[in-house]
C-alpha cells in the first residue's frame, strides 16, 4: 500500500477543521451549550494535531534522492559512526557511488556520536556473492566517509573498490 506523503496538503486540511471546530466553539459558548466545553477539548485537540503534521513536513522530506542511486538495505548500524549497507550483486561502480552518497545523506544524524575521537561517519557497500551452492560470502565494494557535525555532500569522500567489482556475477 502506497499512501502519499504530502504533509503541506494535510496540514491544510486539518488547519480548516481546527478552524470549523473554533467556529462552533465560538458558537456554543456565544449561545450556552451545554457541551460547548467538550468542543473547547476538541478544539485544543485539533490545534495539537494540526501542529504535529507542520512539524512532521518541516522534519521528514529533507533527503533529496541522489541520481544513479540504486534500492539498498541497511544491515548493519551501530548509532555512532559505522553502518552497513548491502546492494544487489548486479551493481555497477557508479551505481555504487550514487548509492553510498544517498545513504550517507539518510542516515546523517546531529545525534551520532563519534567512538574514540573519531570524527567520521563510515558506511560500507557490501553485496553477497554465491560462489558455490549453499555458501554465500559477502563482498565489499566500496565506502564512504564524511563528517558527523555537518552535512555536506561535498564533503564526503567515496572509496570504491574497483577488484571486488571482477568478483560479481555476469549477467
Not at 501542529?51 to 542511486?69: C, D, K, R, T, Y
Request: hydrophobic fraction near 45%; proline fraction near 5%.
Amino acid at each position: 500500500m502506497n499512501i502519499p506523503v504530502d504533509f503541506s496538503q494535510y496540514t491544510q486540511w486539518s488547519g480548516i477543521l481546527t478552524l470549523v471546530c473554533l467556529v462552533f466553539t465560538t458558537i456554543a459558548f456565544l449561545s450556552g451549550w451545554g457541551f460547548r466545553f467538550r468542543l473547547v477539548g476538541i478544539t485544543g485537540f485539533m490545534v495539537v494535531l494540526t501542529v504535529g503534521i507542520f512539524g512532521l513536513g518541516l522534519g521528514l522530506l529533507n533527503n533529496p534522492a541522489v541520481p544513479g542511486s540504486v534500492k539498498y538495505a541497511l544491515v548493519y548500524d551501530n548509532g555512532a559512526n559505522q553502518a552497513v549497507i548491502t546492494v544487489a550483486d548486479t551493481v555497477t561502480p557508479d551505481e555504487v557511488s550514487a548509492t553510498l552518497k544517498q545513504a550517507a545523506n539518510r542516515l546523517f544524524s546531529l545525534g551520532r556520536l563519534g567512538t574514540g575521537g573519531n570524527s567520521n561517519f563510515i558506511i560500507r557497500a557490501r553485496t553477497l556473492i554465491h560462489p558455490e551452492p549453499g555458501l554465500s560470502t559477502p563482498v565489499y565494494l566500496g565506502n564512504v566517509q564524511g563528517s558527523l557535525q555537518t552535512r555536506d555532500v561535498d564533503d564526503l569522500h567515496v572509496e570504491l573498490y574497483e577488484q571486488k567489482f571482477a568478483l560479481l556475477p555476469k549477467s
